[in-house]
């Protein structure tokens, strides 16, 4: 267990503006941003989703020399460069693959989003990124209501289950790894798909969540490419049920680093 740094302003700055930076950061984003957000800003809250950025940081640095590593929190892919959005202040995500291409010139990494909702603050910030490959499976239905453009987005329908979810995800994976060949992937694996999710709008079982985490992951690290995961969303007022909801995916790397002998 690796324990993460609070993300510099510095490093944030790579994603984030300024202008946003200090607000945010300062307590002095107004009361209709806050709403946007979800959540009444606190100094708390700043620290939280600091460390959280570090966190998936962390993961992507020790996936790069372990080949498989697992954050406990992140994936707030709706978190814009100059707003956060739908519970997202900070894009972990987006400032861990920037962090990583910047770090080696020539780095190529893939986002593989499966949270149920489109990663549009993601998809903004790399559109013009040849480096960032990102890939975004979610229920065309949900949030956001205007979406960005992914390099690929598969929208599906409401109620989808588990064997029509996961050969959705099957049909596309390979070939995105086959066509832009990653250095490394940032894995969002939002539990929102989740039949009980409050706001999931899909139907997938506890199974059909650890099937895909191993899918995705095996299919990731048989290629030899490392993966970093991040827990993404997921929505229940039984905060027990969803954390047990959320170590799925840890518990699917524990299979997947046994069986690849890692
Ligand atoms: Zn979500």
Not at 50 to 75: F, K, M, Q
């Amino acid at each position: 267990v690796w324990v993460p740094e609070i993300a510099s302003e510095e490093l944030l700055r790579c994603v984030h503006t300024e202008e946003y930076l200090n607000s945010f950061i300062n307590g002095r984003i107004n009361e209709q941003e806050q709403r946007r957000t979800g959540f009444p800003w606190s100094k708390g809250l700043v620290r939280r989703c600091r460390y959280e950025t570090g966190g998936t940081l962390l993961a992507a640095e020790v996936a790069l020399h372990r080949g498989l590593a697992c954050s406990t929190a992140g994936g707030t892919h709706h978190a814009f460069p100059s707003f956060g959005s739908g519970f997202c202040l900070l894009n972990d995500l987006a400032v861990a693959a920037k962090y990583l291409i910047s770090s080696s010139p020539g780095r190529k990494v893939l986002i593989v989003d499966l949270d149920v909702h489109q990663g549009d603050g993601t998809a903004f910030i790399f559109k013009e990124e040849p480096c960032v490959f990102t890939f975004s499976v979610h229920c065309g239905k949900n949030f956001p209501l205007r979406k960005q453009q992914s390099d690929l987005d598969v929208s599906v329908e409401d109620g989808l289950e588990d064997e029509e979810y996961l050969s959705t995800v099957e049909a596309h994976l390979p070939s995105v790894l086959e066509i832009f060949r990653p250095d490394v992937v940032l894995y969002d694996a939002g539990v929102d798909p989740h039949w009980e999710d409050e706001l999931g709008r899909l139907r997938l079982t506890d199974q059909g969540l650890y099937r895909r985490d191993l899918y995705v992951m095996k299919t990731v690290v048989s290629r030899g490419v490392p993966v970093a995961t991040v827990i993404g969303g997921g929505y229940s007022r039984d905060i027990d049920k969803l954390a047990l909801r959320h170590s799925i995916v840890h518990r699917a790397a524990t299979q997947v680093w046994r069986e690849c002998g890692m």
